[in-house]
């Protein structure tokens, strides 16, 4: 598997990145969309912003320059999860309130890190926004094993996953351990946004979570439906961003997330048509 790996141009690197990307968002935005959770990526996407930043400062000291900030932003994005977890709980009435908790002391940490990080707004840019050029054969490796990793996760305990995402309190007296299964989420929630932020952008990754479920919601009438037709919209989306990025020369990110959004107003006005024609032959 290596070897092939390592022959791949960097724009296929690119190209594998994206589709794995595309397939794994929808998967973990349909559970975040059962448990109305959808927001949450926004937060932790900015926590993550402040691991990629400790890692590009440290990078800067002699003694820390061999940290590569994929790694730290992981390690923030973890973290992150895990503080709007417990925020939940602490805040067991108002549970809204750890996401913009989490989101402010992210964008606050990222200003001020940015602000004394030596790096060019190229490198920053592409963090922010995503580029399929500047994934390397480490990026791709991440984003391939944490990809297995994730899908392992989810088929294992789909059911458990699934049981918590509908009703917390039917999974507690089912035996469910709510709490572990709360943390396991948690971890694939802080995965799903690190593996996606070279594709995609940190500031991108929450709409790459959110716009294939709101299609999907259109005209699924199952869960298993939402994320399977949540998954072909990730796809095309990121085929047809891909694709377009490279003609026009505009960021991949932002391209990507452009084509879920024309997807998303056509399935719209496709839905509106269907209801508005099925009403007129009633009548």
């Known amino acids: 598997m290596l070897d092939l790996l390592h022959q791949l141009t960097f724009l296929e690197r690119g190209i594998i990145a994206g589709l794995i990307v595309g397939f794994i968002c929808p998967i973990i935005g349909a559970f975040l969309l059962v448990r109305r959770m959808t927001i949450i990526s926004e937060g932790l996407s900015h926590i993550t912003l402040t691991g990629i930043a400790v890692g590009i400062v440290m990078m800067q000291s002699p003694a820390t320059n061999f940290i590569n900030p994929l790694y730290t932003g992981v390690l923030f994005s973890l973290i992150g999860s895990l503080l709007v977890e417990k925020l939940r709980q602490i805040y067991r009435h ?99 946004i690190s593996m996606s932020m070279k594709v995609i952008g940190i500031l991108l990754v929450g709409a790459m979570v959110t716009l294939p479920v709101a299609v999907s919601i259109q005209f699924a009438k199952s869960f298993r439906q939402v994320v399977f037709i949540g998954i072909i919209v990730g796809e095309i989306s990121v085929i047809g961003g891909i694709i377009m990025s490279i003609y026009f020369n505009i960021a991949t990110g932002g391209m990507i997330v452009v084509t879920g959004v024309i997807i998303l107003i056509i399935s719209v006005i496709i839905k509106r048509s269907i209801t508005f024609l099925s009403f007129k032959s009633v009548n």
Not at 127 to 137: C, E, K, Q, R
Not at 138 to 153: C, N, Q
Not at 170 to 179: D, E, L, N, P
């Open 94 to 192: 108002f549970q809204e309130l750890a996401i913009p908790i989490i989101l402010s002391a992210g964008i606050g940490l990222s200003a001020l890190l940015i602000s004394i990080s030596p790096s060019n707004n190229t490198e920053w840019f592409n963090y922010l926004f995503g580029s399929i050029v500047t994934v390397t054969l480490t990026d791709l490796l991440f984003i391939v094993v944490t990809g297995i990793v994730m899908m392992s996760i989810v088929l294992l305990f789909y059911k458990e996953l699934l049981s918590i995402s509908f009703d917390q309190e039917f999974a507690i007296t089912s035996g469910i351990s709510v709490k572990k299964m709360n943390f396991l989420f948690s971890i694939l929630i802080a995965l799903v």
